[in-house]
Each structure stands twice: as C-alpha cells, then as structure tokens.
C-alpha cells in the first residue's frame, strides 16, 4: 500500500498525526511518501524518526498510490490537487483548522478512523474542477476545485466584468469582482458573499459578484458544462485572478475562459460522514432552542 501525505507546515499536530499513520506500518505494510518541503519542516522541529520516501512534484506520483492524506484545513487539501491532478489518487483531510468542508476527518479518535480508512473503509465522492484558459498564458495547469474569481488590484474603484455563456452576453457586472464557484467551492468564497449552497453531486456552477454596484445584480446558477468568458476592464491596468488559493496578475481586457474540468478529484469520506451532516455541524444548522 502507497499513501502519499502532504501539509504546508509542521505544526504541533503533525507529530501526533503522523504518529498514528506510522504506527499502521508494520501491521499493514505502507510504504510512506512525504512531500519534500513538509518533510523539510519536519526534521527541523521534531527529532521522530520514520522511515519513508519523498515526493516534490506531480511527476512523482502515479496511480499506484492508494492514497493522498492531507494535513491541515481546506486550503491544505485545495493544494494537494496540483501533486494528485488526473491520477484519480483518492485524497482524504485530516482537519486540524478552522472549519473543515473538505477536511473533515477531526482528531478526536483519530486512530480508530484512519485504520478504517487504510482498511478501505470509506466512500470517495467525485468533485468537479474548473479550468481557465488565457491568452497567451503558458501556465499547464490553471485548475481550481472550489472557486475561480476575479477582482480588482491596486485601487479602490470597481472593476468592469463582461460575461458571456456559451457565447452569449449575460451581464457586464460593476462590483469588486465576480465568482465562479463549484458545488463543492459554494460554501466558501461565494457562500460569504451571498452565494447558494450546492449539493456535490449537482451539475451546476454559480456566478456570485463581489460587493455589486448594480443592487439588482444576484447570484445565478447555471448548468457546469457552460462555457464562461470573463473579461475585465477598469481605472488600473491590471487585474487579480484568482484559482483557489493562487493569484495571478492579468492585464485587463484579455479574454478568460472557464470551463469544467476533463477529469475529477476523488474526495474520501468515511461513511458515517455526509455532506448534510457536515453543513449541520459547521454552519450550526439546528442550533435552535425548539429543537431540543
């Protein structure tokens, strides 16, 4: 069994977490991959002695691997997908942040849960991607699981966004950006700036703006195998896009075009655990004195 596991820093959960993965090691015989700067911070503050590999890039992984464990919140899990791409690798989160709709395995009994996971016990839910594609950008992978958006840079004023479906005009939005948000993004980014929450398993995509001048402007759901083309003007030069966590710097008025994904990541999930249950737990639905 191969189990590749990456997080962006060392902290003092770490130690204790890779505790109990590597006490499956002789019983289940896993061989470990670390990811190159993590495994860096990690002997650097801690004197554990494991023995295990060493991956850096995407190259360095193949679908022989039976598993991606994140360390960390979402944001962790959200750049695991750049090592994972298209290898169809099944990639679980160890929560060990703020909220977690992604990363949703907590610490509490946590051994007991990652052996049901290194058991196979567990089910793996296909999340939709979206993919940009600029002028004249070389970038390979422009790919985002939660959110793509843009917004305004260096300046206070408000951007210009045109929006065409499938070729069609939709709108041309004057607020501080716009957001095109997968199910699985919708209770992120856009969920704060007034966005709807989607079901994973639907097939749909929503445009939320940010901070709209026009009031009667509303968030919109449109089918995923829509095709989005942005572009944006403004007082400034350029532009902020955004791909989850990763920003880049565009000119305005090249033309941004999004669309899904021609594969999926594979999120696991032990069974007890659901979408709904999760949305209960993190945004307190029930909280309510008459449902005692």
């Given at each position: 069994?191969?189990?590749?596991?990456?997080?962006q820093h060392a902290e003092k959960h770490s130690n204790s977490i890779l505790l109990e993965l590597f006490s499956?090691?002789?019983?289940?015989?896993?061989?470990?991959?670390?990811?190159?700067?993590?495994?860096?911070?990690?002997?650097?503050?801690?004197?554990?002695?494991?023995?295990?590999?060493?991956?850096?890039?995407?190259?360095?992984?193949?679908?022989?691997?039976?598993?991606?464990?994140?360390?960390?919140?979402?944001?962790?899990?959200?750049?695991?997908?750049?090592?994972?791409?298209?290898?169809?690798?099944?990639?679980?989160?160890?929560?060990?942040?703020?909220?977690?709709?992604?990363?949703?395995?907590?610490?509490?009994?946590?051994?007991?849960?990652?052996?049901?996971?290194?058991?196979?016990?567990?089910?793996?839910?296909?999340?939709?991607?979206?993919?940009?594609?600029?002028?004249?950008?070389?970038?390979?992978?422009?790919?985002?699981?939660?959110?793509?958006?843009?917004?305004?840079?260096?300046?206070?004023?408000?951007?210009?966004?045109?929006?065409?479906?499938?070729?069609?005009?939709?709108?041309?939005?004057?607020?501080?950006?716009?957001?095109?948000?997968?199910?699985?993004?919708?209770?992120?980014?856009?969920?704060?700036?007034?966005?709807?929450?989607?079901?994973?398993?639907?097939?749909?995509?929503?445009?939320?703006?940010?901070?709209?001048?026009?009031?009667?402007?509303?968030?919109?759901?449109?089918?995923?195998?829509?095709?989005?083309?942005?572009?944006?003007?403004?007082?400034?030069?350029?532009?902020?896009?955004?791909?989850?966590?990763?920003?880049?710097?565009?000119?305005?008025?090249?033309?941004?075009?999004?669309?899904?994904?021609?594969?999926?990541?594979?999120?696991?999930?032990?069974?007890?655990?659901?979408?709904?249950?999760?949305?209960?737990?993190?945004?307190?639905?029930?909280?309510?004195?008459?449902?005692?």
């Amino acid at each position: 069994m191969k189990i590749a596991i990456y997080s962006q820093h060392a902290e003092k959960h770490s130690n204790s977490i890779l505790l109990e993965l590597f006490s499956f090691n002789k019983k289940y015989k896993i061989d470990f991959f670390l990811e190159k700067q993590f495994e860096k911070e990690l002997v650097k503050d801690s004197k554990l002695k494991f023995n295990y590999n060493i991956f850096s890039k995407h190259k360095d992984l193949d679908n022989s691997f039976d598993l991606m464990i994140t360390i960390g919140g979402d944001g962790t899990l959200l750049r695991s997908i750049s090592f994972v791409r298209d290898l169809e690798i099944p990639i679980i989160g160890i929560n060990t942040g703020r909220l977690g709709f992604l990363a949703t395995l907590n610490q509490d009994l946590l051994k007991p849960k990652l052996e049901k996971i290194i058991k196979g016990e567990y089910k793996i839910e296909e999340r939709t991607l979206l993919e940009v594609k600029i002028d004249e950008e070389k970038d390979d992978f422009l790919i985002a699981l939660n959110e793509i958006s843009v917004g305004r840079k260096n300046t206070t004023s408000m951007i210009k966004i045109k929006t065409n479906l499938d070729g069609e005009f939709l709108n041309s939005y004057w607020a501080d950006g716009l957001i095109v948000s997968t199910p699985t993004g919708s209770t992120g980014y856009s969920l704060s700036c007034g966005g709807p929450i989607m079901s994973p398993q639907s097939q749909t995509l929503a445009l939320t703006p940010i901070a709209p001048h026009n009031l009667n402007a509303r968030p919109i759901i449109i089918a995923d195998n829509t095709e989005i083309e942005l572009s944006v003007s403004g007082r400034e030069d350029f532009h902020l896009l955004s791909l989850d966590s990763r920003i880049i710097s565009l000119k305005n008025e090249k033309s941004i075009i999004i669309k899904k994904a021609n594969f999926k990541i594979m999120i696991a999930h032990l069974f007890e655990d659901n979408f709904y249950k999760t949305l209960r737990n993190k945004l307190l639905w029930g909280e309510d004195k008459r449902n005692i």
